[in-house]
């Protein structure tokens, strides 16, 4: 495999770590005031006005009673069928890229996270330039796309060339994961909600909205990958590695986090387990 594919592996982090405690609670987050624009804390005194006016080239006094003029807001230019050089990827391309890697072989021997025929997709990313190419400016763009394989727990990882519409490399691996998708967080929150591990968070969600939490779509959702160590977890939870599996951070829409840092899910087997506390 291309050592820029193994290089995007390993620049892939987890997401923001999330400051949470006890069993099932809930923590408010506070968010910071706006702040003043000035060194004075948000207060303009009279000599500073005075001050501003005139560097301005206003007498003082001047232009207090005058009305602000509205702002104007610029439409943002078109976005081109295909970029040039190191141009983030256009959606146009992603489209291509995504068919191209995406051959009959792959489609029909692979799984999603919903069971259904095909890989689930990751990310797609500009792929980097090969070291000979990197003061060429009509080098080709190549893309390298992420799938998983829910079938046989695979990651499946294929540079294309999109001048020449070719896959260059394929490679597939084994207990590699990276972070997952917002739609493999949504398949984790469906698993979990159909638990009865997730009494807690639903007795927590109502308790905040006095609503009952029945979909994932209640729900903004954050999520880490989670590792198993034999004999340090329930041992349904051994295989999490090798198995895609995932710790959620759900909070609840305009309302604060729940903790739900005990339960896993593996993603997988279907299955939720309690880590030992």
Not at 24 to 51: F, R, S, Y
Not at 109 to 134: F, M
Not at 243 to 269: E, Y
Request: aromatic share 2%; hydrophobic share 35%.
């Amino acid at each position: 495999m291309r050592k820029a594919v193994h290089r995007h592996l390993g620049k892939v982090v987890a997401g923001a770590a999330i400051a949470l405690a006890g069993t099932a609670a809930m923590v408010a987050i506070t968010l910071p005031g706006t702040a003043g624009a000035d060194e004075t804390g948000g207060k303009n005194t009279g000599a500073q006005q005075a001050a501003d006016g005139q560097a301005q080239g206003q007498t003082p006094g001047q232009g207090q009673d005058q009305a602000v003029e509205p702002g104007v807001v610029q439409q943002a230019p078109a976005e081109g069928e295909e970029g040039t050089g190191r141009d983030p990827l256009t959606d146009d391309e992603l489209a291509k890229v995504e068919q191209i890697a995406l051959n009959q072989q792959l489609l029909r021997s692979s799984e999603d996270v919903d069971g259904d025929r095909g890989p689930q997709r990751l990310v797609i990313d500009l792929a980097e330039p090969e070291a000979d190419e990197l003061d060429d400016p009509s080098a080709p763009r190549r893309a390298d796309v992420m799938f998983y394989d829910y079938k046989d727990d695979t990651l499946v990882t294929k540079t294309v060339n999109l001048d020449t519409g070719k896959v260059e490399q394929t490679g597939t691996q084994r207990g590699v994961q990276p972070p997952l998708s917002r739609t493999e967080n949504t398949e984790a929150a469906k698993i979990l909600l159909a638990s009865p591990l997730s009494a807690g968070l639903k007795a927590d969600y109502k308790d905040a909205t006095g609503k009952e939490l029945t979909s994932p779509d209640q729900l903004e959702l954050d999520s880490m990958v989670f590792r198993g160590a034999p004999g340090a977890q329930p041992a349904v939870l051994d295989k999490c590695g090798e198995h895609r599996c995932a710790r959620l951070f759900p909070k609840a829409l305009n309302g604060p986090w729940i903790d739900m840092r005990h339960l896993v899910i593996d993603l997988s087997a279907r299955k939720v387990a309690e880590l030992d506390r």
